[in-house]
């Protein structure tokens, strides 16, 4: 069959050729590229080279060279087809479907980039114009040089909320975009309720979003005016642009992390811009969401440990112990991540801006290793001076090893957790569950057998294969998108709020198509009418037959007795729920990670930790929000969801 190229450069792209020829072949690092000995000929001196920078492999004493397909085709004497389905399995996408009208949306996303260049083009050249000197004014207030601005391609959108709101619409009307084309490429802000489609980007600095192949996709913008409500906007999701599975800078910063052996994560796009002129080249930035496993998945692809940075004061060390629970799941042998924790009230950008490259050199030297963040995220939860809190942390240090689903890797995490265990309570005061051996009340250490069964707990039952069918390990994350669902009725009801809260609502990872364009529309419309009152969104909403979906949210809260969501609950209530929900999302939304991890290991190994593990994660998923998950394993997903 006829693959989208979009398809195969993805998966191409999330696929280290290294990885791959290395299970076939021994290969060993020699600057930029590997080599060993042919896979196809009985040579002694190796002439068999990989890089994975131009993602390619050649043979010079067979001639034989090809990409990561062709070389499973070659070894293995797979088919094309049976080539891609494997490593698409490995990279975690789905196969597209066999439907010939793949290759007309191909020809469609080709013609949506030459749109989104001709955009990128057209804020470019505002920048330097008259239009772009207040852009211009605040790019050297941070510093920024003239070869910088050229090499991340930045410009300016111009107009503003009341006036001059059709500047991108009528330069690329000139040059025969359509309306629709522009809608889709999420340009403009258009629809039967909006009487003249307008600029979805106006008075903002503009930083092009690329793929992994150079091409502008998306566009994030930053406000010049105090008075907007939103800091940063970026694209809404597109045909071409997916915020949770990119990175800022990544077609840039996978050439220098590839030579310099490692990658850096940090929070804004400046950040990014500000280390590339203090001569770090290879950092990249989320796309306006928490760091997500596919991006951990990109930057792995990049180097085995990233590191991620964050300022070193509490709202940072939150932000670090999140994306320490966000990965323990992921992790594999020989990846992991590294924590790079700045001065305090400091960012990237204003330590290379105030104190030169060379400092946040150092900060990078001294980056910590996870598993040091994931002690001290621990232990800095609580004072552990009587036995029933050493107890506890001991309980929690276990918990934090059941997370990891790699087995090798829970090996090594056990051994260096417990044996600090060991040393911060000292030798009298170490519980039976942290000793190495396997005495009679060390009951996770002693190695389950076939056929075993598993009469110590009663609680504990042995698992079968129909286990792997049961309600329990097919949760699909309903909990969250109810949370997901309420957070949204309440910017619905209370669209106030908006103003305090646009930041973390545009933010909000939102998995259902429905629930996502009932969020984008919200905001839309938000920053078209302020103050926004509840009637006008409920009208807009109307007219862009999103009725239905909001009113089965209303009716959702009201049988729940989620009474802050509904409109009738005051401005405080509503205020103090929806940020109980947030938090209790977040938490929610690692949990399920968790959980998919336990799946997989009760899947490759049907045992009894394995068993109890994922029990556990369900406990605890009932326990962060019970009347969200009651019933959850057994309920059918929520009904904005389907047809959405």
């Known amino acids: 069959m006829s693959f989208p190229k979009s398809f195969l450069d993805e998966l191409k792209a999330r696929i280290r050729v290294s990885e ?374 001991e309980a929690r240090i276990e918990e934090v090893i059941g997370e990891i689903a790699d087995t090798k890797v829970k090996a090594h995490y056990a051994q260096e957790l417990r044996g600090r265990i060991s040393r911060l309570f000292g030798p009298k005061q170490g519980r039976g569950n942290f000793r190495q051996g396997g005495g009679a009340g060390n009951f996770r250490d002693r190695p389950w057998k076939p056929g075993q069964r598993f009469m110590r707990d009663p609680r504990l039952m042995p698992v079968t294969p129909e286990l792997r069918r049961s309600a329990l390990a097919r949760n699909e994350g309903g909990a969250a998108q109810q949370m997901e669902g309420l957070m949204v009725l309440v910017m619905l009801n209370h669209p106030e709020l908006l103003h305090a809260y646009c930041e973390e609502f545009s933010r909000l990872e939102i998995r259902a198509a429905g629930l996502d364009r009932l969020r984008n529309e919200i905001i839309d419309i938000a920053a078209l009418n302020a103050p926004l009152e509840r009637e006008a969104l409920m009208n807009h909403l109307v007219s862009r037959d999103l009725a239905d979906i909001a009113q089965r949210l209303e009716d959702g809260a009201a049988l729940k007795g989620d009474r802050f969501a509904l409109a009738g609950a005051s401005h405080e209530e509503a205020e103090k729920g929806f940020l109980d929900v947030l938090t209790r999302h977040r938490r929610t939304i690692t949990l399920e990670a968790e959980l998919r991890a336990a799946e997989r290991a009760l899947a490759e190994e049907m045992n009894e930790e394995n068993w109890a593990r994922l029990q556990a994660i369900h406990a605890q998923m009932q326990i962060e929000r019970p009347d969200l998950s009651e019933g959850l394993m057994d309920s059918p997903e929520p009904g904005w969801v389907a047809g959405s």
Not at 183 to 209: H, K, Q, T, W
Not at 221 to 227: F, K, N, P, V, W
Request: hydrophobic share 40%; aromatic share 8%.
């Open 20 to 393: 791959v020829v290395g299970r076939k072949v021994k290969l060993i690092r020699r600057g930029r590229e590997f080599v060993g000995l042919s896979p196809f000929t009985n040579e002694k001196n190796p002439s068999f080279t990989v890089n994975d920078e131009k993602q390619f492999w050649h043979c010079f004493s067979s001639g034989e060279h090809g990409d990561v397909i062709k070389f499973l085709e070659k070894v293995e004497n797979l088919s094309f087809l049976e080539a891609v389905e494997r490593l698409a399995g490995e990279a975690g996408m789905e196969m597209p479907q066999r439907d010939p009208r793949n290759i007309e949306r191909e020809r469609e996303a080709a013609s949506l980039v030459d749109v989104m260049e001709m955009a990128a083009e057209f804020f470019r050249q505002k920048l330097q114009s008259g239009a772009g000197a207040e852009a211009r004014a605040y790019l050297e207030r941070r510093g920024i040089r003239r070869d910088t601005i050229e090499r991340f391609g930045l410009g300016y959108s111009p107009g503003s909320d009341r006036s001059d709101r059709t500047q991108l619409l009528k330069h690329l009307k000139l040059k025969g975009v359509s309306i629709e084309q522009m809608a889709e490429a999420g340009l403009i802000i258009s629809g039967p309720d909006v009487s003249e489609p307008f600029d979805r980007f106006r008075n903002r600095l503009m930083f092009p979003i690329a793929d992994a192949r150079g091409r502008t996709i998306a566009f994030g913008g930053r406000a010049l005016d105090s008075e907007q409500k939103a800091k940063y906007l970026n694209s809404p999701e597109t045909p071409l642009f997916h915020k949770g599975r990119g990175l800022y800078n990544l077609h840039q910063a996978r050439k220098p992390a590839y030579d310099a052996g490692t990658v850096i994560a940090v929070e804004g796009y400046m950040d990014v811009i500000g280390l590339a002129q203090g001569g770090i080249d290879n950092a990249v930035a989320p796309l306006g969401t928490a760091l997500t496993e596919d991006q951990i998945g990109l930057m792995w692809r990049m180097a085995p440990e990233p590191i991620l940075c964050f300022d070193g004061d509490k709202a940072g060390l939150r932000a670090a112990f999140r994306a320490v629970e966000r990965v323990l799941p992921l992790l594999k042998p020989g990846h992991s991540l590294r924590f790079a924790l700045l001065p305090n009230g400091k960012d990237p950008d204003d330590l290379v801006r105030e104190e030169g490259g060379d400092a946040m050199r150092d900060v990078l030297a001294q980056a910590r290793p996870l598993a040091e963040m994931v002690w001290e995220k621990e232990v800095s939860a609580g004072t552990w001076d009587t036995p029933e809190r050493r107890a506890a942390l």
